[in-house]
């Protein structure tokens, strides 16, 4: 009996002896059936092009091998290919996905031991350059990993995106870290069998992760930039200056400035470094830089840029010129060539259509004398001339109102044009573009110190380039600001300085004298800096579109800009010698009517002796006409009285007065 009973132990000892073996692996089979359906659901929602499953080096490789093969076949069936590494070889996973923009990483927690290793692999990695999907399928009993991380231990940053979830909790968490020191942790979507994953957040990272809770960085800002200034109480000024408040309000930060530099910085290649603000990023003294950096690839290699906050064209500014161009031709220049055309070919036309007018109205006149005059007609109404006669027919009448209409629109629209011309001062300019500079070659170029505009020629080998950096001035030369750079451009007439268009708007900068800018046909973009690989790039860049996008932007750089363009919008006063061409214009046209009015008075003064002469002689004819002929007239009637006596004798001697009162001749007398 005894032999039986020891039997039985000894064959329910090994039973005994694999009861944990078994309930663990029972527990793992339940957990696996349900995290299946989660690593699913959460696949489907990221679409991702391959997944990498990680796992530590534990005392149930065998459970775990088959529930990693259970979760890669459920994957591949819904066509997303699938690997499994050790914690130990997630920097090898990098020589595979090399291809894969942001490769996803689903990390199993089954253990203390787990969680060391997983720590251990992600100190050297950058946690920002993929997704994290952890599961704790283990729960230690004597502290709580996953609902209380001591501190970052899977050293997250700012713009990690890891979801985790504990073991069999509806509750899908993201974690984060901003000082890298905490975890910080969220709930952001839930998940179930029946309803899969229901979000309770925003679905872009950085809706939800707006507040930075006090976070201070290290600042440094370039002592002559345009753009900031510091103000009587310490604070920073300017449109860059007034960014960077708005953003520390947004996103609940602030910053220390560690440091003020003098120039913005550039490359030296022979003892490979920096100079000036890029420096400080560069080597890890700084967190960000308050100026404005011009966008280059260079820079881009050595620190992030904020968006395109300012673009401008870049000028050559020189002091402006003593001489100024007296364009005879502006005159002409109010209309382009084709509108002059246009309006010599309405006056032809009008002057044919008249003159066919003019001719079914039964003109007898030929025609070429008829265009002529019409010619000269309306170019009477062009002067501003008006007709000798205005004609009865209606048809006339309402060619020639077009006519006086349209030269009335014509002469206005001229006139404004006109005053547009003459009103701006034009000045004699050696060079119109920086090719044009260039082959000038009696002006020597200034760039700002340490400027990108520098690097532009300096570290181009094309051949154009080379030519300007000819004539640039030696390294140790160049101004450190743009205030200098004015200052210097107005002591040396023979100076350009290479700038931006916006300095005419930068309400601190005033220019010492007056300069003149040319446009060079380059664009620049202006942004703030941050260190390489900075963690809140991207939320500072998010907010800053928004910014954009509510025009807050636009009103900042009206704010920042509006002291300077209040002053540009005085008049200025018009010099003489800008519109003398005018004045000598009208000088000769008063001229040539005073001419013309003398040449037609002695034309009438000489036609009027020649009619008085003429009438005077016609006056002395006549008189001597009417005495010769009163005279003539005097002799006619004394010869008539003469011959009348003489018939009254000669009928008294001959005739016989007879009793019946008749005369009768005497007989006698003929006898």
Not at 258 to 280: C, H
Not at 410 to 423: E, G, K, N, P
Not at 448 to 462: E, I, L, M, Q, V
Not at 481 to 501: Q, V
Request: aromatic content about 12%; glycine content about 4%.
């Amino acid at each position: 009996m005894k032999k039986m009973v020891l039997v039985v132990q000894l064959k329910i000892l090994p039973f005994l002896l694999s009861l944990p073996k078994i309930a663990s692996s029972y527990e793992f089979h339940s957990i696996d059936d349900e995290q299946t359906a989660f690593i699913i659901d959460i696949c489907k929602l990221y679409r991702p092009k391959s997944v990498i499953f990680l796992n530590a080096e534990t005392i149930r490789e065998m459970e775990m091998t088959t529930i990693m093969l259970k979760w890669r076949h459920a994957l591949s069936r819904e066509g997303i290919p699938t690997a499994n590494l050790k914690f130990s070889e997630l920097h090898k996973s990098l020589k595979y996905l090399k291809q894969i923009v942001r490769p996803y990483y689903v990390a199993v927690i089954s253990n203390h031991n787990a969680i060391n290793e997983f720590s251990l692999a992600t100190s050297t990695f950058d946690m920002s350059s993929a997704v994290w999907i952890v599961v704790f399928i283990y729960k230690e009993h004597f502290f709580d990993y996953c609902h209380n991380p001591p501190g970052n231990i899977f050293h997250l940053t700012f713009n990690s995106e890891m979801l985790v979830r504990c073991g069999t909790e509806n509750i899908i968490r993201e974690w984060y870290s901003i000082d890298t020191n905490q975890i910080e942790i969220k709930d952001v979507a839930t998940w179930s069998l029946d309803k899969g994953i229901t979000k309770i957040v925003s679905d872009f990272l950085y809706e939800r992760r707006s507040n930075l809770q006090g976070l201070i960085m290290r600042a440094v800002i370039v002592k002559d930039s345009p753009y900031i200034i510091k103000n009587k109480n310490g604070e920073i000024d300017g449109m860059f200056g007034k960014i960077l408040r708005e953003l520390c309000d947004t996103l609940n930060f602030s910053f220390n400035i560690v440091s003020e530099v003098k120039e913005y910085g550039r490359w030296n290649p022979d003892e490979k470094t920096w100079s000036g603000g890029m420096a400080e990023l560069y080597t890890g003294r700084a967190d960000i830089c308050i100026s404005d950096f011009i966008i280059n690839n260079d820079r881009l290699n050595a620190v992030d840029y904020t968006i395109p906050l300012l673009t401008s064209k870049n000028i050559l500014v020189i002091r402006q010129p003593e001489n100024l161009a007296i364009q005879w031709s502006s005159h002409f220049l109010t209309f382009t060539l084709s509108v002059w055309i246009a309006v010599l070919g309405v006056l032809i036309a009008s002057a044919i259509f008249l003159v066919l007018l003019k001719i079914k109205s039964g003109s007898d006149n030929k025609i070429g004398y008829l265009l002529i005059d019409n010619l000269l007609e309306i170019w009477g109404i062009f002067c501003q001339q008006g007709l000798p006669n205005f004609p009865h027919k209606s048809s006339l009448r309402i060619v020639y109102f077009s006519i006086f209409l349209s030269i009335i629109v014509f002469w206005a629209a001229y006139s404004a044009a006109l005053i547009s011309f003459l009103t701006s001062v034009n000045y004699v300019l050696p060079f119109d573009s920086l090719e044009g500079f260039v082959a000038d070659g009696t002006y020597q170029l200034a760039i700002p110190r340490g400027t990108a505009y520098y690097d532009r020629f300096a570290n181009s080998k094309h051949p154009f380039a080379r030519k300007i950096m000819k004539l640039m001035l030696k390294d140790e030369e160049l101004p450190i600001s743009e205030y200098e750079g004015f200052k210097r451009i107005c002591k040396n007439r023979k100076l350009a300085l290479y700038t931006t268009d916006q300095v005419n708007n930068i309400e601190n900068l005033k220019i010492p004298c007056n300069v003149v800018a040319i446009e060079i046909g380059y664009i620049s973009n202006f942004a703030m800096i941050l260190s390489k690989y900075n963690p809140f790039t991207d939320v500072i860049n998010f907010q800053l579109q928004k910014f954009i996008d509510n025009g807050m932007m636009n009103r900042l750089k009206d704010t920042s800009f509006q002291m300077k363009s209040n002053l540009m919008i005085k008049h200025q006063p018009v010099p003489l010698i800008s519109v003398i061409s005018l004045i000598l214009f009208f000088s000769i046209g008063i001229f040539s009517s005073i001419c013309i009015l003398i040449i037609e008075k002695c034309i009438f003064v000489r036609k009027e002796k020649n009619i008085s002469m003429k009438d005077r002689i016609l006056s002395i004819k006549s008189s001597v006409f009417y005495v010769k002929r009163k005279k003539s007239i005097r002799n006619f009637a004394v010869n008539y009285a003469d011959r009348k006596c003489a018939r009254i004798r000669f009928t008294s001697n001959n005739y016989n007065v007879h009793s019946d009162g008749f005369l009768y001749p005497d007989y006698n007398f003929l006898i």
